[in-house]
Every structure is written in structure tokens, then in C-alpha cells.
Nanobody
Framework: QVQLVESGGDLVQAGGSLRLSCAAS????????MRWYRQAPGKQRELVAS???????NYADSVRGRFTISRDTAESTAYLQMNSLKPEDTAVYYC???????????WGQGTQVTVSS
């Protein structure tokens, strides 16, 4: 069973930066997408950013230009560089891997990001 482990969440002031990491417990083959989601208190989980196996990225409008997703295919690791953070970015951030032709999905346990004003 593959596990995804996020790290890098912290308390930061508005305008600051954080880098989140997502590491798989073992090498995952045939990853279609790696994604970052977030869920703020009282809100639904939303897709923040995704990166395909070919390196194509996509972002939510609310983070485009501030966040950058990247991945290390060999290490089955994904990153989320977050710059110019805003209080509305406060949420638990989750990593997700979409794998193989059957589109199995793996999730991490989440990491808390808190942005103070």
C-alpha cells in the first residue's frame, strides 16, 4: 500500500512563502497526475494545482502566478512552492496521486498552512 506524506506546512505572515513537499512511501509507477488540494474550515476541498506525467501544469485562478507545482518523477515526489501568501490561503493542504489506467487515487494526510494578516 502506497502512502503519501506531506510536509512543509507552517504559520507564516501574509506575503511570505512556503514550500510543501509530498513524498510517496515507495516508488509509484504510471502516475498520471499529481495534485495539490486544500480545504479551509467550513469549505469544500478544492483543487489548487496539478501536474501531469509530461510536466503540464494547471492552477486554480486564485493561486495562478503565486504558486508553482513541480514533481520529481524518479522519486514520486511533488512540491508546491507558495509565494505571496494571503490569509485566504489558510487551509489544510493535501497531496493526491492519480495512478495507472484504472485511475487509482492516493491521498496524503494533509499539512496545515496558516497565513496571518
Amino acid at each position: 500500500q502506497v502512502q503519501l506524506v506531506e510536509s512543509g506546512g507552517d504559520l507564516v505572515q501574509a506575503g511570505g512563502s512556503l514550500r510543501l513537499s509530498c513524498a510517496a512511501s515507495k516508488t509509484i509507477f504510471s502516475i498520471n497526475y499529481m495534485r495539490w488540494y486544500r480545504q479551509a474550515p467550513g469549505k469544500q476541498r478544492e483543487l489548487v494545482a496539478s501536474v501531469t506525467n509530461a510536466g503540464t501544469t494547471n492552477y486554480a485562478d486564485s493561486v495562478r502566478g503565486r504558486f508553482t507545482i513541480s514533481r520529481d518523477t524518479a522519486e514520486s515526489t511533488a512540491y508546491l512552492q507558495m509565494n505571496s501568501l494571503k490569509p485566504e490561503d489558510t487551509a489544510v493542504y493535501y497531496c493526491n496521486a492519480d495512478v495507472g489506467p484504472a485511475r487509482w487515487e492516493y491521498w496524503g494526510q494533509g499539512t496545515q498552512v496558516t497565513v496571518s494578516s
